[in-house]
């Protein structure tokens, strides 16, 4: 089955600057990849998400970029803010269903 | 549009009593997942069902078990209660893939069980 793997597990960043979450995925099935985001006290939420056809894509602050070949993914955060504070879960799966997996997730701080 | 509701939004249990989890999906969604999210930690996948039958189940023991309804809410069971199943319970809806060629998409939450053995 399929394994996600996401670094850092912790982020600590200044406001206004970028920060990257890294996950990679074992599966080459996989053609669905979804970055959900956690407030403290809240349910996960989807953010961006993108399909092996691309191999990027942006909305506003947050893009993502796929590498198929080497299996790895990013969701990059430009010109933080503190609302951004979260943890950030990526996950992987397959088109044909919808067995997703999750990575450990990411505790992102930005300081005002 | 209604989301995705979960009941009890807390419960409190004694070690090996039993424990029963409810959730309703979205209207239309035929998938539901369960998940187990201890204090700080990930995501942990437990139950998937779809059109009424159980698709696959993560790394847990057979104490944990779960049942979806002809109406596809669904039930999660965990027997014999101990100390460390003390987390957070979410489940997610999804619109059912295994019909028609349709893609993965878009797990919506619910708001979670608070569960606590004692």
């Known amino acids: 089955g399929e394994n996600v793997e996401q670094h850092p597990s912790t982020l600590s960043v200044q406001e206004g600057d970028s920060a990257v979450i890294k996950c990679t995925y074992s599966?080459?099935?996989?053609?669905?990849f979804p970055w959900y985001k956690q407030e403290l006290g809240k349910r996960p939420q989807l953010i961006i998400d993108i399909r092996s056809n691309v191999g990027e894509k942006k909305d506003q602050r947050i893009a993502v970029t796929l590498n198929k070949t080497a299996k790895h993914f990013s969701l990059h955060i430009t010109e933080t803010q503190p609302e951004d504070s979260a943890v950030y879960f990526c996950?992987?799966?397959?088109?044909?269903?919808?067995?997703?997996?999750f990575g450990a997730g990411t505790r992102l701080t930005v300081k005002p | 549009e209604a989301g995705v509701t979960q009941s009890p939004t807390h419960l409190i249990k004694t070690r090996g009593q039993q424990a029963t989890l409810r959730c309703s999906p979205i209207?239309?969604?035929?998938?539901v997942y369960w998940y187990q999210q201890a204090l700080g930690l990930g995501l942990q996948f437990l139950l998937w069902?779809?059109?009424?039958?159980?698709?696959n189940r993560g790394n847990f023991p057979p104490r944990f078990s779960g049942r979806q309804f002809p109406n596809y809410s669904s039930e999660l069971n965990v027997n014999a209660l101990e100390l460390e199943d003390s987390a957070l319970y979410l489940c997610?809806?999804?619109?059912?893939?295994?019909?028609?060629?349709?893609?993965?998409?878009?797990?919506?939450f619910g708001p979670g069980t608070r569960l606590t053995v004692l």
């Open positions: 209207s239309g969604h035929t998938s």
């Open positions: 997610a809806s999804t619109t059912g893939t295994l019909k028609g060629g349709r893609l993965a998409s878009e797990q919506f």
């Open positions: 996950a992987a799966s397959p088109n044909n269903n919808n067995d997703m997996r």
């Open positions: 599966d080459s099935a996989s053609n669905y």
């Open positions: 069902y779809d059109e009424g039958e159980e698709r």
